[in-house]
């Protein structure tokens, strides 16, 4: 199994630029996190999806930030517009039904807004 | 909420062994995970408690008391490639983990 594979691995944009992080989960899993990682917050849940579907978004930071899954086995995080404090690397990570105790992270989407 | 403390930084020497603690506060406790993760890499898992008691895997041992609201990450037998963060993690009614902010070891030889 490949792992969890998130594109573009680095992007650097313009504030007020939009930007679409994309995740693909592991095959059979069923539970999909989207992090933040930076040196002042540390890893952030942003938002949880269990089967396709939305169950905790209160991480999103505001209304700028949305986040899809269309289908098992690929999601997306869509900044609209960007600004330079949304500068952080973003994991997505999947999980097997059952639990989360053990989460499998993508290599992360570092992004720099200017 | 959720909250959890773990020191910032240990430093430790090859070969010795290091423990680096959590507590935690936090409601519908289901139990405590801890990841590696190196410079510039992914977090990656390492082991979890649902219950109290110790966890071993190979060099690494993991600790809960739920009474206490505490887990320790126990590393021995270190090597230099143990030198990451190291994050523990709630998992909550959610069933989302939430993580600490994470404690640097550096290993000297």
């Known amino acids: 199994d490949a792992g969890v594979i998130q594109s573009p691995r680095h992007e650097v944009t313009e504030m007020g630029q939009e930007v679409t992080l994309r995740c693909k989960p592991i095959s059979g899993h069923n539970s999909l996190f989207w992090y933040r990682q930076t040196m002042m917050r540390g890893l952030e849940l942003l938002i949880y999806f269990n089967n396709n579907v939305p169950i905790d978004d209160s991480g999103m930071p505001e209304d700028r930030f949305s986040a899809k899954m269309p289908n098992a086995s690929f999601s997306t995080l869509k900044i609209q517009p960007s600004e330079p404090r949304d500068s952080a690397v973003y994991f997505c990570a999947s999980s097997p039904a059952g639990g989360t105790f053990e989460a499998f992270f993508g290599q992360g989407t570092r992004l720099t807004v200017v | 909420g959720q909250s959890l403390e773990q020191p910032s930084e240990v430093t430790a020497v090859e070969g010795a062994i290091v423990q680096i603690n959590c507590t935690y506060q936090?409601?519908?406790?289901?139990?405590l995970s801890w990841y590696q993760q190196h410079d510039g890499g992914a977090p990656t898992f390492l082991s979890y408690n649902a219950l109290d008691g110790l966890e071993e895997t190979g060099r690494f041992s993991s600790f809960l008391s739920r009474s206490d609201s505490y887990g320790y990450l126990l590393l021995q037998e270190l090597q230099m490639k143990d030198s990451a963060s190291y994050f523990c993690?709630?998992?909550?009614?959610?069933?989302?983990?939430?993580f600490g902010s994470g404690t640097r070891l550096q290993v000297q030889p």
């Open positions: 936090t409601s519908g406790f289901y139990g």
């Open positions: 993690a709630v998992r909550t009614g959610r069933r989302a983990l939430t």
